[in-house]
């Protein structure tokens, strides 16, 4: 991976499934939507000044949605933020920048 650019995609983990959990009331405000599912599949990393997410999130049987979730360095003491989000995806949409 080069510095600053996007890692492979990995299988989420109970680390990202928490991170996701936490920016959900963010992204149900943003996209005014009500998720009864919530599950992150998959997700990217860019390392900047902190840790930039791209997490793949099932929110239905079919539809998905792209995350961008920035996560500051430990010292700042700071819980993760949404960034933005790509609705209307699927399960095979591969994760981006965006």
Same mark, same amino acid.
């Given at each position: 991976?080069?510095?600053?650019?996007?890692?492979?995609?990995?299988?989420?983990?109970?680390?990202?499934?928490?991170?996701? /959990?936490?920016?959900?009331?963010?992204?149900?405000?943003?996209? /005014?939507? /009500?998720?009864?599912?919530?599950?992150?599949?998959?997700?990217?990393?860019?390392?900047?000044?902190?840790?930039?997410?791209?997490?793949?999130?099932?929110?239905?049987?079919?539809?998905?949605?792209?995350?961008?979730?920035?996560?500051?360095?430990?010292?700042? /003491?700071?819980?993760?933020?949404?960034?933005?989000?790509?609705?209307?995806?699927?399960?095979?949409?591969?994760?981006?920048?965006?």
């Amino acid at each position: 991976m080069m510095p600053g650019g996007l890692s492979e995609t990995k299988p989420a983990t109970p680390e990202i499934q928490q991170l996701v /959990n936490q920016v959900k009331p963010q992204f149900e405000r943003r996209a /005014n939507m /009500n998720c009864l599912v919530f599950t992150a599949t998959a997700y990217k990393t860019q390392v900047v000044a902190g840790t930039m997410y791209y997490v793949k999130v099932q929110v239905s049987d079919v539809e998905y949605v792209h995350l961008k979730v920035f996560q500051s360095l430990p010292h700042e /003491n700071l819980g993760p933020s949404l960034v933005s989000f790509q609705t209307g995806k699927t399960r095979d949409d591969p994760l981006t920048y965006f």
